[in-house]
């Protein structure tokens, strides 16, 4: 799934941008070295590092490659280095977190493995992060149908023609339009949603079970038809998100309430912050506590 295939993975509540190239994950070395240093300025200290490491810096241009990542301005080409190459890249970096960095390497790597074996499991993790996040039981059944209707139809996209993102972007916007009668930006908008957001993560119920319902349609479209070649992808993505569109419509009709909603569920991160936020207050609290005890074991009358 292009969710498991990149995006970003948290280290001790930093983030870490990651992309996965060539059967193996890649990770921004920025990133990286921002999790493991005191310091705001990567650059900087990534070049320090080199000049004080010379064999880092000979081989620095066969242990990191530019690849794209996808940010908050669109795709950028950024320097990368796969679990192999930040070994290497953290024996430089004098940080008390480098061994639990390392362990969490492995495990995301093996993670993965696991996940190719046995797609099963990445979806249960995806689960179990959508719990944490929140998310109610029967929202998350749904986006996992959701997911899978997707994987389908972008397995069936590539097999036929489809060959970038901005084409499959394209195609996803037919059926957005069909369906909702407004493309994915639009929507994003008119549910006040930032361009990082994942429209999906903040449909409601009737408008995930509308959009499986499109994206469905237009698989069973393209299979039927056996489609080749993006102006006919075009074709059956309008038709398919058109049987969602009239099915909204007739929802409309006879529950005489808008389908759509600008309901999102930003108010969960709200929460999540303010619970890391709290857990974060609380460590501190029990860090201070713990200075004041040993202060107050100093305060003995041998020294008065």
Known sequence: MDKMNSGIVLFEQKTV???????QWWFVVEDVVLALIDSSDAKQYIQRMKQRDEELLKGWVQIVHTLSIKTHG???KMNCAN?????RIIQSIP???????KLWLAKIGYERTQEIQNPELAMERMKLLYEKKGYPKTWINKRMRGIAVRQDLTSEWQARGAQTQTDFAILTNEIMTGAFGMGVKKYK???KLDKPHNLRDHMTDIELILTMLAEATTTKLHQDRDTQGLPKLKRDAKNGGSVAGRTKKD???QTGKPALTKENYLHLEIVNRKKQLAKESKLAEESSLEVLREFEALDDPIFE
């Open 189 to 191: 908008d008119f549910k």
């Open 17 to 23: 941008r990651r992309t996965w190239y060539k059967n």
């Open 83 to 87: 679990t192999e190459g930040l070994f």
């Open 251 to 253: 929802i409309e009709k």
């Open 74 to 76: 669109g795709s950028q």
């Open 95 to 101: 940080s008390p977190k480098a061994e639990p960095f």
